[in-house]
């Protein structure tokens, strides 16, 4: 069937020339042609359209489709994209834009290519008005459909991509400004379009990130260079997070910027990492400088050998190492604490003379009492009960910011005073604070016992040497009159008086000379523990009145009145006889001695409970306070008698201690000062009241 072109009535030749004319149009036309009947049967096609479908004459589809039993009006595929119904439309008259769909040659029921088309199907109309035939253009947009579509799945897995990564995804105008929207960065910060474009991006920073993230961004985007930084963005919730940032520059073809692309990376956990390890390490290294200085100060508190100088150093130390303008060593005296060292900074210099020492009430006695750190801060410190401002010393006393105090605890857990530091330069005490002063008041009180105990040496070694010169000039004394009795004997002159006479002289020297070397002899053996105790029920009274017998030569050669009192209830103690009655014969010699002619001295018993007490009194010349802690120590009877006008090794009371401790009891002494006479007493378990074990 061959479509029927509208010609002009100018003759045949023309009409065949016009024919002949449009024949070839419709063949070469690029555009791919399909002439349809009124019953929607294709007439005729062009060789634009078996290039299209790739359906050529001479092939059993190109007849099926150009034959009587092929209709486009029936085509299920055109009719379930809605394409039959604008051809119905041509048909009736109208041109039509048929919209571009997906048709497949194959469902023909034979093998075929599927191509995206659009088409435009065109009324060909008579002289009288009517459709004689419908012409259907179509182009081949399947090219086209596939970058478009290839375009929007790039874009949908860009989407989906950005959707899915923590990243804040954002594009910036070649001169910096937010123009296009970012759901990513409006869902992190909260902010609206219209908050965050052109600048208002900015609103969202760390006020104190602002201004320096604004001029790198500015410098940037002027040197066309990438745009990489830190800083903190605000969370939809209020909170801040860090985010590394970076800006690159889209560069066109003549080398300007076309876009900036740019995306902020979450990395608050990872700067909350590096400032924690940069924080560590800073209080590590803080730390290991303060160990230097610990280990410094112990050095330099090692090598002090007085406690004077100990406390001296430790006050600067405490100063240096805590970084105070107050620190202060006090030691205990007498059951007071006595302010011996004190270190001020040039801020309490007006105070650096205030020497009133505590009288041992207040905060102060309450670290030595419980033997506890105190840390406080001013108001705590003001508000602990034991603080009292120091009473009427409150207005010259320097002012107190906040304090720590350490206990000095010897290695017995005896409290030998404190170390104190106030008014820290920075903040208030901390826990590092607490454990270094604990470290250093260990230090210290180590040093101030071995300072004692080298003071004691130094006083041993003294006494000793005291001792050993008198203990020669004790043996000295008799050696004399035994030479000089020795040589007249020699002589052989001498009449029988003088020879009676010189051997009562040898005689009593050699018992002198004997006695001195037994009491040697006998504070080596107690003191190593090499005597044995006989452990046999013993009489007080018989003790006593052994004790008198020995002693009585002694006291009445000097004139000294002796009362006695006796238990009348026969007090029995368990422990050697002979070694009890030396205890009271050392005390009551030990009186007779110090006790000036003519004096009294009282020998008393007395029950207290379970304990019996022997008491030797005097009214002698009595003991200084400084020498009592030592009175019962080896060689002290150089010290209270530097004019040897008692004799004696002075080993008699070291005898008397050693001796009453190995019968489990204790002998303690007491004198108000020098010249009121001196008390001993000693204390035993009485029979009764022993434990049965």
């Known amino acids: 069937m061959s479509p029927d072109f509208p010609s002009t009535p100018s003759g045949p030749d023309r009409h065949d020339r016009a024919d002949a004319r449009f024949q070839e149009l419709f063949e ?19 060789q634009a359209w078996e290039n299209l479908w790739q359906i050529h004459a001479g092939t059993p589809l190109y007849d099926l489709v150009l034959g009587t039993g092929y209709c486009l009006l029936q085509d299920p595929q055109l009719i379930a994209t809605g394409v039959a119904g604008y051809l119905q439309r041509a048909l009736d008259g109208e041109s039509v834009d048929i919209p571009a769909i997906y048709y497949d040659v194959g469902q023909l029921g034979t093998s075929g290519r599927s191509r995206w088309v659009s088409a435009r199907a065109h009324p060909v109309k008579d002289g009288a008005g009517r459709t004689v035939e419908v012409m259907l253009m179509h182009e081949d947009i399947t090219d086209r459909v596939a970058a478009e579509t290839a375009l929007r799945e790039r874009e949908e897995r860009f989407r989906s991509l950005v959707m899915a990564t923590s990243q804040i995804i954002w594009t910036n105008t070649p001169d910096g400004r937010v123009l296009d929207d970012s759901p990513s960065w409006r869902a992190f910060t909260g902010q609206s379009y219209d908050e965050w ?35 903190r963005l605000r969370r939809v919730d209020g909170v801040y997070r860090w985010t590394a940032v970076k800006g690159i520059p889209l560069i066109d073809a003549h080398g300007a910027v076309r876009v900036w692309v740019g995306a902020n990376t979450d990395i608050h956990e990872k700067v909350l990492a590096q400032t924690e390890l940069a924080e560590r390490l800073d209080r590590e290294r803080r730390h290991s400088a303060l160990l230097v200085k610990v280990a410094q100060a112990s050095r330099t508190l090692g090598s002090a050998l007085s406690s004077e100088d100990i406390a001296a150093g430790l006050v600067e130390e405490v100063r240096a190492i805590l970084e105070v303008h107050q620190a202060v060593v006090s030691l205990g005296v007498g059951g007071t604490q006595e302010i011996n060292a004190v270190s001020m900074s040039d801020k309490y210099a007006r105070y650096r003379s205030y020497d009133v020492k505590p009288d041992g009430s207040g905060i102060y006695a309450e670290v030595c009492r419980t033997n506890q750190v105190m840390r406080l801060t001013q108001q705590e410190l003001e508000a602990h009960p034991a603080w009292k401002g120091f009473g009427a010393h409150a207005a010259q006393h320097p002012a107190m910011r906040g304090w720590l105090a350490v206990p000095l605890i010897d290695r017995k857990g005896k409290n030998i005073g404190l170390i104190q530091a106030s008014d820290k330069v920075d903040g208030d005490f901390t826990e590092q604070d607490e454990a270094i002063l604990v470290q250093l008041a260990s230090i210290a009180a180590n040093g101030f016992e071995n300072a004692r105990l080298y003071s004691s ?23 004399a009159p035994i030479a000089s009795a020795a040589e007249l004997l020699k002589i052989g002159i001498a009449s029988e008086e003088r020879v009676r006479r010189s051997s009562e002289v040898i005689s009593r020297q050699v018992k002198h000379l004997t006695s001195l070397v037994d009491d040697l002899l006998d504070i080596s053996r107690v003191t190593r523990g090499l005597i044995q105790l006989e452990h046999v029920v013993v009489d007080i009274d018989a003790i006593l009145h052994s004790a008198i017998e020995q002693s009585r030569p002694l006291i009445e050669a000097r004139e000294h009145v002796l009362a006695v009192a006796r238990d009348p209830g026969g007090a029995r103690v368990m422990g050697d006889p002979n070694r009890l009655v030396q205890v009271v014969v050392n005390l009551l010699n030990n009186a007779a001695k110090y006790t000036p ?55 008699g009371l070291a005898l008397v201690k050693n001796v009453v401790s190995l019968h489990g009891g204790k002998v303690t002494v007491h004198s108000d000062g020098a010249g009121t006479g001196s008390t001993f007493t000693v204390s035993l378990q009485t029979v009764e009241g022993r434990d049965p074990k």
């Open 28 to 46: 070469q036309a690029p555009t791919s042609i399909q002439l349809l009947g009124l019953d929607g049967c294709t007439l005729r096609v062009n």
């Open 197 to 231: 474009k052109d600048f208002g991006w900015l609103d969202a920073l760390h006020p104190d990130d602002r201004e320096t993230t604004h001029r790198a961004w500015i410098a940037c985007v002027a040197s066309q260079s990438v745009f990489e930084t830190e800083y």
């Open 457 to 479: 040496l130094k006083e041993q070694d003294r006494r000793k040497d005291e001792f050993l010169a008198m203990l020669a000039h004790e043996l000295r004394n008799p050696l």
């Open 597 to 651: 002619r003519g004096g009294r001295i009282v020998l008393a018993v007395e029950r207290d409970g379970s304990l019996v007490d022997i008491r030797v009194q005097d009214n002698g010349i009595g003991i200084d306070a400084g020498l009592l802690p030592q009175v019962f120590d080896l060689f002290t009877q150089a010290e209270r008698t530097p004019d040897r006008s008692q004799g004696g090794l002075g080993i």
